[in-house]
């Protein structure tokens, strides 16, 4: 029996494309391994939103090459794969397959190739694949299912390459939505949903709008827990806020990318909002759901970026105290507008100082916020052993948080929704006991 190993850099969407590409291949009659010794097929699905990402997947293969010299069957697929198309096939001589991310349906078709001694490229659009319902996905151990109600982004950022790996915006059919729903809920016992587009408020199908995809998948009996990822603020609407506040399953876990707090960056970004407006939508989720759990991306070190309107994006960290945040230092990619602005590039050393400023206070906010959930008691979606600890189970509360409780009862809770109440906590955890 012929294994394969997939590695998966990158966000929700690439894991969601390698699970899909797992079960295409075990359907095929492959084996999975983790191994890369026992596979003899190796797929690196990957991400390029950030330079330092690309250059790891580069040294990935160079090791890989090194490593087996040759005897494995190597192919890239992701966002790489479409970025560099045919390039990247030519770059690496020793790669034998490139898939875009529009062409995971085609992995078999690719490795078949591949053993037959071609190498196969494909980056093509492929948009009516998406409309297909994906009961295929390699699902085993999940307590959480990602399901794509939209792919690839039509809001061209200035710094953000996602729109040329990705492609435009495809609403994929509410129908698909709902019978991937019911797949894993019936057939797989997966409670956890979280509903997976670029910019999820865009969902725009035949005139069926992201609340109303919201409001259809809460109703399926069997989803316990609705989350979804990623809201653009400019879309964010009142009316999403009052359907998530009449469906007790859909998640109060919001997260918005605001990017900058500078009105100054924001547009230089082609954001296409202002402080203001992102921050009256904050409010107006507070107001609507006054439990609620937030969490935002920043970007420091933005051409043009002054300490002024860094002030201003830590004006708002403190302000808003979010629960959790994404923060990284601006990276160019090819081919993107924000290449083209003449102002001048922030110092490397005073983007890292101020990225390191943002972390630290976030993890100040965070820890207290932490601190606040002690001796409280939270549903907790168990999802698996400990890594650290056989004896310890961990999980995550609607809010995200991750916590760590004993549990004699052990693994069988694996999968289900109980109650611990929280006695300790770090910046990044909760420890707790099952109640
Ligand atoms: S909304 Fe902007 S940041 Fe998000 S994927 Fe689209 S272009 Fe990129």
């Given at each position: 029996?012929?294994?394969?190993?997939?590695?998966?850099?990158?966000?929700q969407?690439?894991?969601?494309?390698?699970q899909?590409?797992?079960?295409?291949l075990?359907?095929?009659?492959?084996?999975?391994?983790?191994?890369?010794?026992?596979?003899?097929?190796?797929?690196?699905?990957?991400?390029?939103?950030?330079?330092?990402?690309?250059?790891?997947?580069?040294?990935?293969?160079?090791?890989?090459?090194?490593?087996?010299?040759?005897?494995?069957?190597?192919?890239?697929?992701?966002c790489?794969?479409?970025?560099?198309?045919?390039?990247?096939?030519e770059?690496?001589?020793?790669?034998?397959?490139?898939?875009?991310?529009?062409?995971?349906?085609?992995?078999?078709k690719?490795?078949?190739?591949?053993?037959?001694?071609m190498?196969f490229?494909?980056?093509?659009?492929?948009?009516?694949?998406?409309?297909?319902?994906?009961?295929?996905?390699?699902?085993?151990?999940?307590?959480?299912?990602?399901?794509?109600?939209?792919?690839?982004?039509?809001?061209?950022?200035?710094?953000?390459?996602?729109?040329y790996?990705?492609?435009?915006?495809?609403?994929?059919?509410?129908?698909?939505?709902?019978?991937?729903?019911?797949?894993?809920?019936?057939?797989?016992?997966?409670?956890?949903i979280?509903?997976?587009?670029q910019?999820?408020?865009?969902?725009?199908?035949?005139?069926?709008?992201?609340?109303?995809?919201?409001?259809?998948?809460?109703?399926?009996?069997?989803?316990?827990?609705?989350?979804?990822?990623?809201?653009?603020?400019?879309?964010?609407?009142?009316?999403?806020?009052?359907?998530?506040?009449?469906?007790?399953?859909?998640c109060r876990?919001?997260?918005?990318?605001?990017?900058?707090?500078?009105?100054?960056?924001l547009?230089?970004?082609?954001?296409?909002?202002?402080?203001?407006?992102?921050?009256?939508?904050?409010?107006?989720?507070?107001?609507?759901?006054?439990?609620?759990?937030?969490?935002?991306?920043?970007?420091?070190?933005?051409?043009g970026?002054?300490?002024?309107?860094?002030?201003?994006?830590?004006?708002?960290?403190?302000?808003?105290?979010?629960?959790?945040?994404?923060?990284?230092?601006?990276?160019?990619?090819?081919?993107?507008?924000?290449?083209?602005?003449?102002?001048?590039?922030?110092?490397?050393?005073?983007?890292?100082?101020?990225?390191?400023?943002?972390?630290?206070?976030?993890e100040?906010?965070?820890?207290?916020?932490?601190?606040?959930?002690?001796?409280?008691?939270?549903?907790?979606?168990?999802?698996?052993?400990?890594?650290?600890?056989?004896?310890?189970?961990?999980?995550?509360?609607?809010?995200?948080?991750?916590?760590?409780?004993?549990?004699?009862r052990?693994?069988?809770?694996?999968?289900?929704?109980?109650n611990?109440?929280?006695?300790?906590?770090?910046?990044?955890?909760?420890?707790?006991?099952?109640?």
């Amino acid at each position: 029996m012929i294994k394969f190993k997939i590695e998966t850099w990158g966000c929700q969407m690439n894991e969601y494309d390698s699970q899909k590409m797992a079960g295409i291949l075990k359907k095929a009659g492959y084996i999975e391994t983790q191994s890369e010794k026992d596979a003899e097929i190796i797929i690196l699905n990957t991400c390029s939103v950030r330079e330092k990402a690309v250059h790891k997947i580069h040294s990935r293969l160079g090791v890989l090459k090194k490593r087996f010299k040759g005897e494995k069957i190597l192919g890239v697929c992701g966002c790489v794969a479409s970025q560099e198309g045919r390039a990247l096939l030519e770059k690496v001589p020793y790669l034998q397959f490139v898939l875009g991310t529009r062409s995971t349906h085609l992995i078999s078709k690719a490795v078949e190739q591949a053993q037959n001694g071609m190498r196969f490229l494909d980056a093509d659009d492929h948009e009516s694949e998406m409309d297909h319902p994906v009961t295929f996905a390699e699902r085993s151990g999940q307590t959480k299912a990602y399901i794509s109600i939209i792919e690839g982004c039509d809001n061209f950022c200035t710094y953000c390459v996602v729109p040329y790996t990705r492609g435009r915006e495809h609403s994929r059919p509410l129908q698909t939505i709902l019978d991937e729903v019911r797949d894993v809920v019936q057939n797989k016992n997966i409670h956890e949903i979280e509903l997976l587009g670029q910019n999820v408020n865009s969902y725009n199908y035949r005139g069926t709008r992201f609340p109303d995809l919201l409001e259809a998948v809460s109703a399926e009996p069997g989803v316990q827990r609705l989350r979804f990822l990623t809201s653009h603020p400019k879309d964010f609407s009142e009316r999403l806020v009052r359907v998530i506040a009449a469906n007790s399953n859909i998640c109060r876990t919001i997260h918005l990318p605001m990017q900058s707090g500078s009105d100054v960056i924001l547009r230089k970004m082609g954001r296409k909002y202002t402080r203001a407006e992102y921050l009256e939508k904050i409010e107006m989720i507070r107001e609507i759901l006054p439990e609620n759990w937030l969490s935002s991306d920043f970007i420091v070190g933005f051409p043009g970026e002054s300490e002024k309107d860094f002030m201003e994006t830590m004006d708002v960290i403190r302000s808003v105290k979010y629960d959790n945040l994404f923060s990284f230092k601006y990276s160019p990619r090819p081919g993107t507008a924000a290449l083209k602005l003449k102002e001048p590039a922030v110092l490397n050393s005073a983007a890292s100082r101020r990225l390191s400023i943002l972390q630290h206070t976030q993890e100040q906010i965070q820890l207290n916020k932490h601190l606040r959930m002690i001796n409280r008691i939270f549903p907790v979606l168990v999802e698996s052993v400990s890594k650290k600890n056989p004896d310890f189970l961990t999980g995550r509360t609607e809010g995200n948080h991750v916590v760590h409780f004993k549990a004699g009862r052990g693994a069988q809770l694996i999968g289900r929704i109980v109650n611990v109440e929280i006695k300790s906590v770090t910046m990044a955890s909760l420890k707790g006991v099952l109640i």
